[in-house]
């Protein structure tokens, strides 16, 4: 078999319109070869994560998160490419008037300043529980190591989002990359990585692959590069019409077990 490895996007890809893994995704993932890894690769925080990686028997495989901003292999974190401090302060001081919900990722910490809305939908979406801590207080904690962030996650209507990403191009387009997931959300990481970055990363210092030996599926404007220059780059039929027009090959939708479906294909799993 051509292909090596398995590197799978997860909300809007992977998973149902319940954001659970299907009946049919659990038995294919089953019966894929023991000695094929899958390493789920997404914009989510580890403990996001994990659980699915359980679920599917791969908690043995590393862990790509954050847009590729922090990789784990055997639960130690690696790679990681953090937003700086400073660059975080400047939105915060922005967002004193625009009163966009802002959380705050690093590692395994998930910072909201007020369990609004916005947080409790992240926390049933994901199943992690965010720490309540006013943005200020965790600046000021970070501050002396110039910690920064992994993933700051901006929420709010699409006309605060507006002015946020505004800001942020202005200011910021050379260091940072912007992913508008919905018009409500804004997904900010470090420009120096990627899921493609993450991906070779991996290639490179653990399996010793080729890019041209790598199934991506992915959907969404954060998968482009990756789904791009793999070997096979899938789309699932709801992606974006920009990651449609690059794919390889475009499966079913999400909520039609896409992924199992073309791993079923590829593999000739019964």
């Given at each position: 078999?051509?292909?090596?490895?398995?590197?799978?996007?997860?909300?809007?890809?992977?998973?149902?319109?319940?954001?659970?893994?299907?009946?049919?995704?659990?038995?294919?993932?089953?019966?894929?070869p023991?000695?094929?890894?899958?390493?789920?690769?997404?914009?989510?925080?580890?403990?996001?994560?994990?659980?699915?990686?359980?679920?599917?028997?791969?908690?043995?495989?590393?862990?790509?998160?954050?847009?590729?901003?922090?990789?784990?292999?055997?639960?130690?974190?690696?790679?990681?490419?953090?937003?700086?401090?400073?660059?975080?302060?400047?939105?915060?001081?922005?967002?004193?008037?625009?009163?966009?919900?802002?959380?705050?990722?690093?590692?395994?910490?998930?910072?909201?300043?007020?369990?609004?809305?916005?947080?409790?939908?992240?926390e049933?979406?994901?199943?992690?529980?965010?720490?309540?801590k006013?943005?200020?207080?965790?600046?000021?904690?970070?501050?002396?190591?110039?910690?920064?962030?992994?993933?700051?996650?901006?929420?709010?209507?699409?006309?605060k989002?507006?002015?946020?990403?505004?800001?942020?191009?202005e200011?910021?387009?050379?260091?940072?990359?912007?992913?508008?997931?919905?018009?409500?959300?804004?997904?900010?990481?470090?420009?120096?990585?990627?899921?493609?970055?993450?991906?070779?990363?991996?290639?490179?210092?653990?399996?010793h692959?080729?890019?041209?030996?790598?199934?991506?599926?992915?959907?969404?404007?954060?998968?482009?590069?990756?789904?791009?220059?793999?070997?096979?780059?899938?789309?699932?039929?709801?992606?974006?019409?920009?990651?449609?027009?690059?794919?390889?090959?475009?499966?079913?939708?999400?909520?039609?077990?896409?992924?199992?479906?073309?791993?079923?294909?590829?593999?000739?799993?019964?």
């Amino acid at each position: 078999m051509k292909y090596k490895i398995i590197f799978s996007d997860i909300d809007g890809t992977l998973l149902n319109k319940d954001r659970k893994l299907s009946q049919l995704t659990l038995e294919v993932f089953g019966k894929l070869p023991e000695d094929l890894p899958v390493v789920l690769i997404s914009s989510r925080m580890p403990q996001a994560m994990t659980h699915l990686q359980e679920e599917l028997n791969i908690a043995h495989q590393p862990l790509i998160c954050y847009n590729g901003a922090l990789i784990y292999i055997n639960g130690k974190p690696l790679g990681s490419k953090e937003i700086p401090w400073k660059i975080i302060d400047d939105l915060h001081n922005f967002n004193q008037n625009t009163a966009c919900h802002l959380s705050l990722y690093n590692g395994t910490d998930w910072y909201v300043p007020q369990m609004d809305e916005w947080a409790k939908r992240e926390e049933n979406n994901t199943r992690v529980t965010p720490q309540v801590k006013p943005i200020n207080d965790v600046l000021k904690a970070w501050e002396p190591a110039k910690t920064g962030a992994h993933k700051i996650m901006c929420m709010g209507t699409a006309e605060k989002i507006n002015a946020v990403e505004k800001h942020l191009f202005e200011r910021y387009n050379d260091r940072l990359h912007l992913y508008r997931s919905k018009d409500t959300y804004l997904e900010v990481t470090n420009k120096e990585v990627s899921k493609l970055t993450a991906v070779n990363y991996l290639l490179k210092t653990h399996f010793h692959y080729s890019l041209e030996e790598t199934i991506a599926f992915g959907d969404n404007f954060n998968d482009f590069e990756m789904l791009k220059a793999a070997g096979m780059g899938i789309a699932v039929g709801n992606a974006k019409p920009e990651i449609l027009e690059i794919a390889r090959q475009v499966t079913h939708h999400n909520t039609e077990d896409g992924v199992a479906k073309s791993l079923q294909e590829i593999f000739k799993l019964n």
